[in-house]
């Protein structure tokens, strides 16, 4: 049986944009369909918080420059005799120095995290499977370690998740956990070598 592993705001979009007089092909059929919380996956898996990690701790530098242009700008935004041209320059300067702070390591975060998704993918297609359900939708995404040196983005103001989060789910549809479990390594896989991913590739089911 093939799943369907949809983002939430996809789906919103298709129903949104449907015209009501439009009536369905064929008769209707009972669909089960499940819900996962990518964002927290995503926090709840080793893999994804080791990239998490690596790539927080290579823009350190970079965020307390960025930082501290942020705390020049708001300075000279409080100076009513402050230069517009000497304002518009540290902005110039803080943008340039996320643009090739992207440059730099977003290629290969973007490229580690579409990997973990890949396996997220697998996970809860298998759940999913296993208990019967045709469509799954994710909603919620991680933090973007970028955002913090984001031009635009205040000193005080949190950073976005984006997506849009369901109304209501019942329980019996929420398949977090399960896949959660499912992404785990394998106790002996991770005895035969602790510091290995191997087990990651080797996902197993547990019950939503």
Same mark, same amino acid.
């Given at each position: 049986?093939?799943?369907?592993?949809?983002?939430?705001?996809?789906?919103?979009?298709?129903? !949104? &944009?449907?015209?009501?007089? +439009? $009536?369905?092909? &064929?008769? /209707?059929?009972? $669909?089960?369909?499940?819900?996962?919380?990518?964002?927290?996956?995503?926090? @709840?898996? +080793?893999?994804?918080?080791?990239?998490?990690?690596?790539?927080?701790?290579?823009?350190?530098?970079?965020?307390?420059? %960025?930082? /501290?242009?942020?705390?020049?700008? +708001?300075?000279?935004?409080?100076?009513?005799?402050?230069?517009?041209?000497?304002?518009?320059?540290? @902005?110039?300067?803080?943008?340039?120095? &996320?643009?090739?702070?992207?440059?730099? !390591?977003?290629?290969?975060?973007?490229?580690?995290? %579409?990997?973990?998704?890949?396996?997220?993918?697998?996970?809860?297609?298998?759940?999913?499977?296993?208990?019967?359900?045709?469509?799954?939708?994710?909603?919620?995404?991680?933090?973007?370690?970028? +955002?913090?040196?984001?031009?635009?983005?205040?000193?005080?103001?949190?950073?976005? @998740?984006?997506?849009?989060?369901?109304?209501?789910?019942?329980?019996? %549809?929420?398949? $977090?956990? /399960?896949?959660?479990? $499912?992404?785990?390594?394998?106790?002996?896989?991770?005895?035969?070598?602790? @510091?290995?991913?191997?087990?990651?590739?080797?996902?197993?089911?547990?019950?939503?």
């Amino acid at each position: 049986m093939e799943i369907m592993v949809v983002s939430l705001s996809l789906v919103m979009g298709i129903l !949104l &944009g449907a015209q009501p007089d +439009e $009536t369905p092909p &064929g008769p /209707a059929q009972s $669909t089960k369909v499940a819900v996962i919380d990518l964002k927290k996956v995503l926090e @709840n898996n +080793e893999w994804a918080e080791r990239i998490k990690k690596d790539i927080e701790k290579q823009l350190e530098p970079y965020s307390e420059k %960025a930082e /501290a242009l942020r705390d020049e700008i +708001e300075e000279l935004r409080r100076d009513p005799e402050a230069n517009k041209k000497c304002i518009r320059r540290k @902005n110039a300067e803080l943008a340039a120095l &996320g643009k090739e702070v992207r440059k730099q !390591l977003g290629e290969k975060y973007q490229k580690d995290m %579409a990997e973990v998704r890949k396996l997220v993918d697998v996970c809860a297609t298998r759940v999913a499977e296993a208990y019967g359900y045709s469509i799954v939708l994710a909603h919620g995404s991680p933090e973007d370690p970028f +955002e913090r040196l984001n031009p635009s983005r205040a000193k005080s103001q949190p950073v976005s @998740n984006g997506g849009l989060a369901p109304l209501y789910v019942h329980a019996s %549809a929420d398949i $977090t956990n /399960a896949v959660i479990v $499912t992404l785990r390594p394998s106790p002996h896989l991770r005895q035969r070598n602790p @510091n290995s991913d191997g087990g990651q590739s080797k996902p197993r089911e547990s019950k939503p």
